[in-house]
């Protein structure tokens, strides 16, 4: 079956980095569009960015936008996303999702 484990979450500083990634499996990843979706506390889900099954295209939301880069290991069967600079605004739980599919999610949290 379709799973998708996120790992690499953590508390970090305002300016810091954090890099996600998402491990895949139970379906053709190299063909698969993948994204990642975030959920702010006491908020709704906001799409971050996503990728295309080659890699060959990725999309930001305006807010990570110059900040933040999606890439994905066809071989390996992840999806990172590399965050710089970051912001208190950008904590919360981050899920990676194929289709209908989603992972648990990692929790980001950005605070002095």
């Known amino acids: 079956q379709v799973q998708l484990m996120e790992s690499g979450g953590g508390l970090v500083q305002p300016g810091g980095s954090l890099r996600l990634s998402c491990a895949a499996s139970g379906f053709p990843f190299s063909r698969q569009y993948m994204t990642w979706v975030r959920q702010a506390p006491g908020k709704g889900l906001e799409w971050v960015s996503s990728i295309y099954s080659d890699g060959s295209q990725t999309f930001y939301a305006d807010s990570v936008k110059g900040r933040f880069t999606i890439s994905r290991d066809n071989n390996a069967h992840t999806v990172d996303l590399q965050m710089n600079n970051l912001k208190p605004e950008d904590t919360g739980v981050y899920y990676c999702?194929?289709?209908?599919?989603w992972g648990k999610g990692t929790q980001v949290t950005v605070s002095s």
């Open positions: 999702r194929v289709g209908d599919y």
